[in-house]
């Protein structure tokens, strides 16, 4: 069992700047993908960014230019930093780790969920 331990969201005025971060623990074999998404009031979640093993990011058009997403392999983290934040990014923030660990004789691989951190941005 994996546990995700969110932390680094507020309350911050538009145009500021938050980080946040996301330690991961527990039976963990290798971390492939790790990832922030963010919900919004009755609103679906969405990816807002995706960092694989190897240091490729992904990011939501709304996003790009403002955010950069990174990862400390060692320390099982990854961090979401946040500029030029903006009213409508304004949402709970959900990290997401993709991994694999031993099962039996073989590996496993799959997902989990941090508890979601709060980020409002006032305007």
């Known amino acids: 069992q994996v546990q995700l331990v969110e932390s680094g969201g507020g309350l911050v005025q538009a145009g500021g700047s938050l980080r946040l971060s996301c330690a991961a623990s527990g039976s963990i074999f290798s971390i492939n993908a790790m990832g922030w998404y963010r919900q919004a009031p009755g609103k679906q979640r969405e990816l807002v960014a995706t960092i694989t093993s190897g240091g490729s990011t992904n990011y939501a058009d709304s996003v790009k230019g403002r955010f950069t997403i990174s990862r400390d392999n060692a320390k099982n983290t990854v961090y979401l930093r946040m500029n030029t934040l903006k009213p409508e990014d304004t949402a709970v923030y959900y990290c997401?780790?993709?991994?694999?660990?031993?099962?039996?004789?073989?590996?496993?691989?799959?997902?989990?969920w941090g508890q979601g951190t709060q980020v409002t941005v006032s305007s």
């Open positions: 997401n780790v993709d991994y694999s660990y031993v099962s039996g004789r073989s590996y496993s691989r799959t997902g989990s």
